[in-house]
């Protein structure tokens, strides 16, 4: 699916579509006759509602109807109403409305999909493809940002996450809303919010119980289609599974047996389906598919940005194959649920900071399991700086090795590193910009460093989801995480510390939201591990990233060091934590040799012919109006 959506104005005619490939398009109007939404969604992707001088789409998956979706747009006066409509849409869509002249757009909070804009000429105009919007312009790299794009392990930090590698491309964060009005200006106002804690153990576990039903009803509702899971073994996968089981059509399960002999994920997954027997469970063999690093050429690579886990393309590649010769549309992962649902020491020091006696039993669990002694203890009682001032110290550590001890982590994200190979000139780059960001004193994405750190991983799971999908969608499938969703994301973080801490169980709360319905899986004391899966694609695809260092296109945009990463590819590894940073370079790398010979492509092409499909169908529509 791709969109272009374009302000209520006379100054969208000067918008030269036929730059764009989207003949086939279809095209949708403002109450005043103008273009407003161009193109290539499919009716089941499309929920919408029509009012005198009004409009909403919703594209993506909800369980909200047309008609669910007029009565509720009825209450809306102005775009600042939408704030109360989007609160009340389930499932993970992408929102565009048009209301008296005025044009707002906006995502999921996850940004699992997402609006850029660009402003072009007198007038701005809104994709939720950042490379579309590229096409509108020069099509220029934005070479200030590549150097950010190396940090690991999730990327930089908030709020330069949300930077753009095209020039004039800027980005919607998720969370917020694009407005435009009819005289060209524009804000971006932060519309969601996370809940405050303040539901017990109990209480949040049927919102976080209802939220899940309704995520995975938005995949099903409604369609005689089947739907693919992913049937790990773990709890989160698990429990998806047996929610879509209630509700789908017929449910086909994807289990991809793990290389290491001492991974028991087979075991458990293999016993939950025989709780399954109307499933249709698929198990891809050891080793059949796929390895890490199988594809390192620059055929199909997102031009957008550059993919969070490279390594790992083929692999969603052959999940969308499965899903599709399965007949489904969605396949759905656990991708978040750990984020969500798995207490960490910043969940204790967020209670130590308001009930100082709940948190003791809770410290003296964690210190015994991570084996603390008492000065990594009494860290859990110190004070976490505002978040500015912690985004401002991350600047001093780009280049400090990564601790693998079990100390207390207490910042608000997982510290930004620069990859050992990275050169003084990128780790310089990035320092300089992490300080000017962090001068600027932005908000965090919650005020508890906890719930923060939540969202801005839930994001990085979302922006994982939006590229895998874009391979997904060549097979007419789509890679989808309920647990993502909006309205689950806050049911989680609407349930007290204590609370999430209950018992001292891995996921307290969605073993007790989904207490019946998920046999066994919460019984678990083990946790998979995928080393075996990166040593072994490490081997097989080392000599294809040996041969990615022979003409490394950062290497010549003076920001990696082409020796330094061959020397920890060819290198031996004791464990996996070293090759962290290689998902982001890799990205980079083929994203950036993709980019270079898209726009290489575009200069000597030659110039698209003026009377394409869109164009006419365009300029039909504005004569229209005349």
């Given at each position: 699916?791709?969109?272009?959506?374009?302000?209520?104005?006379?100054?969208?005619?000067?918008?030269?579509?036929?730059?764009?490939?989207?003949?086939?398009?279809?095209?949708?109007?403002?109450?005043?006759g103008r273009p407003w939404i161009i193109g290539d969604w499919s009716a089941?992707?499309?929920?919408?509602?029509?009012?005198?001088?009004?409009?909403?789409?919703?594209?993506?998956?909800?369980?909200?109807?047309?008609?669910?979706?007029?009565?509720?747009?009825?209450?809306?006066?102005?775009?600042?109403?939408?704030?109360?409509?989007?609160?009340?849409?389930?499932?993970?869509?992408?929102?565009?409305?048009?209301?008296?002249?005025?044009?707002?757009?906006?995502?999921?909070?996850?940004?699992?999909?997402?609006?850029?804009?660009?402003?072009?000429?007198?007038?701005?105009?809104?994709?939720?493809?950042?490379?579309?919007?590229?096409?509108?312009?020069?099509?220029?790299?934005?070479?200030?940002?590549?150097?950010?794009?190396?940090?690991?392990?999730?990327?930089?930090?908030?709020?330069?996450?949300?930077?753009?590698?095209?020039?004039?491309?800027?980005?919607?964060?998720?969370?917020?809303?694009?407005?435009?009005?009819?005289?060209?200006?524009?804000?971006?106002?932060?519309?969601?919010?996370?809940?405050?804690?303040?539901?017990s153990l109990e209480q949040g576990a049927a919102r976080v119980a209802h939220?899940?039903?309704?995520?995975v009803s938005a995949r099903t509702e409604g369609s005689q289609r089947p739907?693919?899971?992913?049937?790990?073994?773990?709890?989160?996968?698990?429990?998806?599974?047996?929610?879509?089981?209630?509700?789908?059509?017929?449910?086909?399960?994807?289990?991809?047996?793990?290389?290491?002999?001492?991974?028991?994920?087979?075991?458990?997954?293999?016993?939950?389906?025989?709780?399954?027997?109307?499933?249709?469970?698929?198990?891809?063999?050891?080793?059949?598919?796929?390895?890490?690093?199988?594809?390192?050429?620059?055929?199909?690579?997102?031009?957008?940005?550059?993919?969070?886990?490279?390594?790992?393309?083929?692999?969603?590649?052959?999940?969308?194959?499965?899903?599709?010769?399965?007949?489904?549309?969605?396949?759905?992962?656990?991708?978040?649920?750990?984020?969500?649902?798995?207490?960490?020491?910043?969940?204790?020091?967020?209670?130590?900071?308001?009930?100082?006696?709940?948190?003791?039993?809770?410290?003296?669990?964690?210190?015994?399991?991570?084996?603390?002694?008492?000065?990594?203890?009494?860290?859990?009682?110190?004070?976490?700086?505002?978040?500015?001032?912690?985004?401002?110290?991350?600047?001093?550590?780009?280049?400090?090795?990564?601790?693998?001890?079990?100390?207390?982590?207490?910042?608000?994200?997982?510290?930004?590193?620069?990859?050992?190979?990275?050169?003084?000139?990128?780790?310089?780059?990035?320092?300089?910009?992490?300080?000017?960001?962090?001068?600027?004193?932005?908000?965090?994405?919650?005020?508890?460093?906890?719930?923060?750190?939540?969202?801005?991983?839930?994001?990085?799971?979302?922006?994982?989801?939006?590229?895998?999908?874009?391979?997904?969608?060549?097979?007419?499938?789509?890679?989808?995480?309920?647990?993502?969703?909006?309205?689950?994301?806050?049911?989680?973080?609407?349930?007290?510390?204590?609370?999430?801490?209950?018992?001292?169980?891995?996921?307290?709360?969605?073993?007790?939201?989904?207490?019946?319905?998920?046999?066994?899986?919460?019984?678990?004391?083990?946790?998979?591990?995928?080393?075996?899966?990166?040593?072994?694609?490490?081997?097989?695809?080392?000599?294809?990233?040996?041969?990615?260092?022979?003409?490394?296109?950062?290497?010549?945009?003076?920001?990696?060091?082409?020796?330094?990463?061959?020397?920890?590819?060819?290198?031996?590894?004791?464990?996996?934590?070293?090759?962290?940073?290689?998902?982001?370079?890799?990205?980079?790398?083929?994203?950036?040799?993709?980019?270079?010979?898209?726009?290489?492509?575009?200069?000597?092409?030659?110039?698209?012919?003026?009377?394409?499909?869109?164009?006419?169908?365009?300029?039909?529509?504005?004569?229209?109006?005349?």
């Amino acid at each position: 699916m791709t969109l272009l959506i374009l302000p209520d104005s006379d100054n969208t005619r000067s918008v030269e579509l036929s730059r764009l490939e989207l003949d086939n398009a279809q095209v949708k109007l403002h109450p005043s006759g103008r273009p407003w939404i161009i193109g290539d969604w499919s009716a089941e992707d499309l929920v919408e509602a029509e009012l005198t001088d009004a409009r909403i789409c919703l594209f993506g998956p909800t369980t909200t109807s047309k008609e669910q979706l007029k009565r509720m747009f009825r209450s809306v006066t102005s775009t600042a109403d939408i704030d109360t409509l989007a609160r009340r849409i389930d499932g993970s869509v992408l929102l565009a409305s048009s209301i008296g002249g005025t044009l707002r757009v906006q995502g999921p909070v996850s940004t699992a999909s997402k609006f850029f804009f660009l402003t072009e000429g007198k007038t701005a105009v809104v994709s939720d493809r950042a490379h579309v919007l590229s096409q509108l312009s020069t099509g220029e790299i934005n070479e200030a940002n590549l150097a950010l794009a190396l940090l690991s392990p999730y990327g930089a930090p908030w709020p330069l996450s949300e930077e753009t590698l095209w020039k004039g491309v800027v980005s919607v964060p998720g969370g917020y809303a694009l407005t435009i009005q009819a005289n060209g200006s524009r804000s971006i106002d932060r519309w969601w919010h996370p809940p405050g804690p303040e539901f017990s153990l109990e209480q949040g576990a049927a919102r976080v119980a209802h939220a899940i039903e309704t995520a995975v009803s938005a995949r099903t509702e409604g369609s005689q289609r089947p739907v693919c899971a992913d049937f790990s073994g773990g709890m989160d996968s698990t429990t998806l599974a047996f929610f879509a089981a209630d509700q789908a059509a017929s449910l086909v399960t994807v289990h991809n047996e793990p290389l290491g002999d001492a991974n028991d994920d087979t075991s458990w997954a293999e016993r939950c389906a025989l709780e399954l027997p109307n499933a249709t469970h698929v198990k891809i063999a050891r080793g059949s598919g796929p390895h890490l690093y199988s594809n390192l050429n620059v055929d199909g690579v997102d031009l957008d940005g550059p993919s969070p886990f490279a390594r790992a393309r083929d692999t969603y590649d052959y999940l969308a194959q499965i899903t599709a010769r399965a007949g489904a549309k969605y396949h759905l992962g656990g991708v978040g649920a750990d984020e969500l649902f798995q207490p960490t020491v910043l969940t204790i020091v967020a209670l130590a900071q308001t009930d100082l006696k709940k948190t003791l039993p809770h410290v003296r669990r964690f210190r015994h399991r991570y084996r603390w002694n008492l000065r990594e203890t009494r860290t859990i009682f110190s004070k976490i700086p505002r978040f500015h001032r912690w985004l401002a110290s991350s600047s001093d550590m780009l280049e400090s090795p990564r601790t693998w001890s079990s100390a207390p982590d207490i910042d608000w994200e997982v510290g930004p590193r620069m990859p050992p190979w990275a050169t003084s000139q990128a780790v310089e780059e990035v320092r300089q910009r992490i300080i000017n960001a962090a001068s600027a004193q932005p908000e965090p994405l919650s005020p508890l460093p906890v719930d923060h750190s939540i969202i801005r991983l839930m994001q990085v799971n979302g922006t994982a989801m939006r590229f895998n999908n874009k391979i997904a969608a060549r097979h007419g499938v789509w890679l989808e995480a309920p647990f993502a969703d909006d309205r689950v994301i806050e049911a989680a973080l609407s349930v007290r510390l204590e609370a999430r801490l209950a018992d001292g169980r891995p996921k307290a709360v969605l073993e007790r939201a989904t207490r019946g319905r998920v046999p066994y899986v919460f019984d678990r004391t083990t946790k998979g591990d995928y080393s075996a899966e990166i040593y072994d694609g490490l081997k097989q695809g080392r000599p294809a990233l040996d041969e990615l260092c022979d003409d490394l296109a950062l290497g010549k945009a003076g920001l990696v060091s082409a020796l330094t990463l061959r020397r920890i590819i060819t290198g031996l590894h004791p464990d996996v934590r070293p090759l962290t940073p290689l998902d982001s370079t890799i990205g980079l790398e083929l994203w950036l040799r993709a980019a270079k010979k898209s726009r290489s492509d575009s200069l000597s092409a030659a110039p698209r012919q003026q009377n394409s499909a869109l164009t006419q169908k365009i300029k039909q529509i504005w004569e229209a109006r005349l």
